[in-house]
């Protein structure tokens, strides 16, 4: 295969790191090559993420050259031929060539191969399936830079058919469009997406959501979002329905990105939506946490409200579920400026905490128990009252009052 274009290497292909890994791999003369994401990356002159790397060596052979070179090796998906190199500051995924021999959703049965262009040939958009060498040689089996540099997002073969072998590809087919695309989409992987939609309740929640969260940090996701309304994908995704042009105005007025926050925007503000999305895409603990809380939040917040109601509502929330909560209620709203003021102010609004503690109910000769929390709890409404105004020595000599009153 000949190099159609070539790069000057940059900076983390020829760091130390890479280096040894790339010396390692080729010491017995294979043939090495990056692949993927780092390679369409750094065409595209963005900043690369993590660095897979292609070889036609077997996996074992990967292993074994990297012991002795003395680097860790993990394997983290042997079967599939993928070793990880852990080279601080970098992890290299080191994946064997292969060709789909028969394919059953995400478990693909694999031949690893030495011939490049059937590796290219199962990868999924041919954006995807570029290879580049230490040299800075850029080879390219399925015309995808053409394609990286027109902004096509493009299935490598027939659309419909690498999406039945593999029905994340449909989810991934939007992510990539709201990252690389531009202009229209891709006329026949629109319609194979369309047609196959249903099928994504067949994809395990852990792999939709990896791919809804990407695509949700995209910089702007929402012309693949309104794609995915339009094919029918995002209805299979989110039955009960979407809060489209909430999510479209939090992304205008956001300061940065928050891929948990612009579900939170997508999703309607329902306890038990949240409850049953978060549970199906089996999300994490915190996240699902913050979700409910954002739907179904304990003090509601609101633009309008006085500095006092503001500070109350800091308190009960926390600083980062306020400014969360302040954004949503602008996008709402349409209105982003006030919002950032609020959050602008919130850090030196924010009330400090409870002046006085359960040590000092004690001191005035209270026994532990429930009274504790109730005295403390007085103080704390008085303290609120008064706008948190009132320092240690007023909190006490309030408490001292509501004992001796008890
Ligand atoms: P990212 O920047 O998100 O890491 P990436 O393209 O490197 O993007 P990976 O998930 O790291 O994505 O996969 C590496 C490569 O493996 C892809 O570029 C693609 O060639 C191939 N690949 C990954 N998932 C699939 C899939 N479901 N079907 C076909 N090829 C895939
Ligand atoms: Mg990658």
């Not at 995400?106 to 690893?112: I, K, L, M, S, T």
């Not at 419909?160 to 072998?165: D, G, K, V």
Request: aromatic share 6%.
């Amino acid at each position: 295969m000949r190099p159609v274009a070539f790069i000057e290497p940059p900076g983390w292909m020829t760091e130390p790191a890479t280096a040894v890994v790339l010396a390692a791999l080729g010491a017995r003369g294979a043939t090495i090559r990056f692949v993927g994401g780092c390679v369409r990356d750094v065409l595209l002159g963005r900043t690369i993420k993590d660095v897979d790397i292609a070889t036609p060596d077997p996996p074992d052979r990967v292993v074994e050259l990297l012991d002795a070179a003395a680097i860790k090796a993990v394997p983290t998906g042997l079967a599939h031929g993928t070793i990880t190199a852990v080279m601080p500051p970098r992890h290299f995924e080191i994946t064997t060539l292969r060709r789909d021999v028969e394919t059953f959703g995400r478990h693909a049965r694999v031949a690893f191969t030495d011939d490049w262009a059937a590796d290219a040939a199962r990868r999924d958009f041919t954006i995807n399936a570029l290879f580049l060498d230490a040299a800075g040689q850029v080879f390219d089996p399925v015309g995808g830079l053409a394609d990286l540099k027109a902004g096509r997002v493009r299935f490598v073969g027939d659309p419909a058919t690498r999406i039945r072998e593999d029905v994340l590809r449909l989810l991934r087919f939007y992510r990539f469009h709201a990252y690389y695309g531009r202009g229209p989409a891709d006329v026949a992987a629109r319609a194979a997406c369309k047609a196959l939609a249903d099928r994504l309740p067949g994809l395990s929640g852990e792999r939709i959501a990896g791919e809804v969260l990407k695509l949700l940090l995209a910089p702007d996701p929402m012309p693949a979002i309104d794609m995915m309304a339009e094919d029918g994908a995002l209805a299979v995704l989110f039955p009960a329905g979407v809060e489209r042009d909430r999510l479209a105005e939090l992304i205008a007025i956001e300061a940065a990105p928050d891929a948990v926050r612009r579900l939170a925007a997508l999703l309607p503000s329902r306890a038990d939506v949240v409850e049953e999305v978060a549970a199906r895409l089996r999300l994490s603990n915190a996240e699902r946490d913050r979700l409910l809380l954002l739907a179904d939040p304990p003090c509601a917040v609101d633009l309008d409200a006085d500095e006092r109601t503001q500070r109350r509502g800091l308190r009960r929330l926390g600083l980062a579920a306020y400014a969360d909560l302040v954004l949503l209620r602008a996008a709402e709203t349409g209105r982003g400026a006030d919002a950032q003021s609020l959050i602008d102010a919130a850090p030196r609004r924010l009330p400090p905490p409870l002046p006085v503690r359960g040590r000092d109910v004690t001191r005035l000769g209270i026994p532990p128990g429930p009274q504790i929390g109730a005295l403390l709890g007085q103080v704390e409404a008085w303290w609120e009252a008064a706008d948190f105004q009132p320092d240690r020595a007023a909190c006490l000599a309030r408490l001292a009052e509501l004992a001796a009153a008890r």
